[in-house]
């Protein structure tokens, strides 16, 4: 089976280690507390010789203090954006981390999901907003660590993603 | 696109914003002092390693010890019992934590651009944290540490510390030798990593540098790792003269409490004699004084208890005893469980019961292992029937989790299954028919459910049948893969999945996916 690390990526609070606790061991928590420096998690998904282990480094959010480490993300092979679709500011952040992320890694697979989708009475990000986005080929889903809509499936997604450029890669 | 500021706040928001600032600065305080920042952030992962490990850990190595300590009547050795006494610790535990001088519990050789493991060892009993994480987290102390004190140069930091744990790191070009090691290190030790670092290097140079995420190509630096699994225990230093008169004055204080002594060893006998009489498998025909020494006589199975732990316990010296116990076949329950779990040798995390000559078995366990159940003569030690009501296959478990989270995907209207996806489904099937079969061993009643899924280019109508023509295809094929179609059910989803979601043309929605139930034991 092949490891793979990946990176999650986004503002403060958006809910980055949240959606990894609802992926890698199925709990949500509604108390906050703020990622310091680095948690490492892993998962296996699929079955040999699809499958694959990825090896998750959930990032402390970036805020006016804290800045992202470039460093972290040497060695990744994959990235998901988190968005709070209560908080626009944190699309716009996203929208620059890809772009840093882009100058550490080229051109890696990634995924952006908008997350705290069960609070869609709070939600301002309009619709739209994304659709530029899609155009330009990102892949983009909603989710909720809370209720664990679409948490698999975008892990999912960025994994086939990551064995697909894996094969290509063997294959050159 | 708005600002935060300009929509109303939370209080949890607000509050994330006060705190923020907060620990940001007590993080870079903590910086100032290089040593508790390592140590906190490798906390997490030493914690429960140093929780466990005292006894858990070295017990091998206790053994030994203890019976030299307990020999000999230093001062030292009744300094520890002391310190075990207040400490609420066992003798041995106190003895190893003063005799230890280092032991390498686990060394890792990690890729050193992703952290990724390629390879860990550890040594026997070692309580180790899984090895994948603490690659990472040490990898990220790395950068951490190489971005705040030397500006982006090569990384100066080859150890770190806790109270009682140490990480020594050898790096090399492309790949990080790190070992974990409990008590203080010798100055050799670097040596010794330096010429592991050197040799996997030499070795593996192509490996290194190819390395994509398949580890599978290092298992060649297993012996390598293993070389740097070492050892060393201080033997108790000889009692010091100047404490004899203590000892001289300990024996006279024996002398005077002598007398009571010998009357109370009178009552000590017999209330061993009733004892071991109690215990299931002994019985005892009778004891007497014969030359100097206490006769117990009887019979003993051999699973039962050791008598001389009943000795140890009463305080008595077993070289003034002479057990004369004759072995026999006990048919206590007691005996015959014994007699069961040491011909079934169950795992751990596995637990049997035994009510009236029947056997319960608990937990979970490997295939393999149930497997040997069902095949042992169970008959053969006086059980009559086998209860598994309880039991839970560890490996269809997480077979189970594989399986599920598999996905067989579809071109777009499509129900054909592309020659790569055709392979899929075929591995899939072969699975599952195992899975089914190992449940149905257990008497369960195992269920497959294929959900067929479309995304939501077409008409509602439309993407409801070609979900379930894609359900249907691969039902059939797990038919004709031998699954008994009785326990297949089909479940066209159409596009409800795709239909509340931004991306609903996704390929992530043109899938059919198994849902498995009925391997589990019911519920009480
Ligand atoms: N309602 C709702 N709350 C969420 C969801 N995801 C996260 N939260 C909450 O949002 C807060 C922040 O979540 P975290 O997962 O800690 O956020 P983070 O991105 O890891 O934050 P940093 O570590 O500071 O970067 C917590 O109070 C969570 O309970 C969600 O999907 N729905
Ligand atoms: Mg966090």
Redesign the interface.
Known sequence: M????ICLLGA??VGKTSLVLRFVRSVFSES?S?T???????K????AP??I?L?V?DLAGE????RL?T??L????GYILVVDGT???T??KAIDLQRRAFQTLGPVPFVLV?NKNDRRDQW?IE?F??DDL?ESGW????TSAKTGE?V??AF??LA?KLIDA?RA??AS | MAEPTDKPRTADQRLIEALSPTIQHALRRSLRDERRAWSEALYPIMLPSVRMAVWAAFHEAVESLNRLVEASLSWRSWQWRLEAWRRRKSFAEVVLLRTLVYRVEQVLLIHRETGLLLHSVASKDAATKDPDIISGMLTAVQDFVRDSFNGGQESPLNELRTADLTVRIEQGPWAVIAAVVRGYPPAELHATLTAAADLVHQEMAQELREFDGDAGRFVRARSILEGCLQAAYRTPPPSSYRKLWVLAAAASVLLVVGLAMFVQQRLRWSDLAARLNAEPGIVVTGHYDSGGKHVIEGLRDPLAADPAQFMADAGIDPARAALRLRPFVSLEPALQLARAREALSPPPGVALRLEADALSVEGAAPRAWIRRLREANLAALGIRALHLASLRDLDAETLRQAMESEAIRFEPGSSRLSPQQQQRAEKLAALLVDWAKAARELGRDPRVEVVGRADRSGDAAYNLRVSEERARRVRDLLAASGLPEEIIAINAEGDAAARGADNGEDAAYRTVRIRLSGDSAPSL
């Open positions: 092949i490891q793979k690390k403060y609070a906050y703020a310091v420096g680095v948690r490492i998690y892993k296996e998904i699929g079955l699809w499958g282990k090896i480094w805020n006016e203090l804290v480490r460093s972290y040497r060695g990744c092979s908080r626009p500011a699309l716009e908008v301002s619709a907003a994304l899609r892949t983009c889903l909603r679409g698999e499936l999912q997604i086939e894996h890669a063997t």
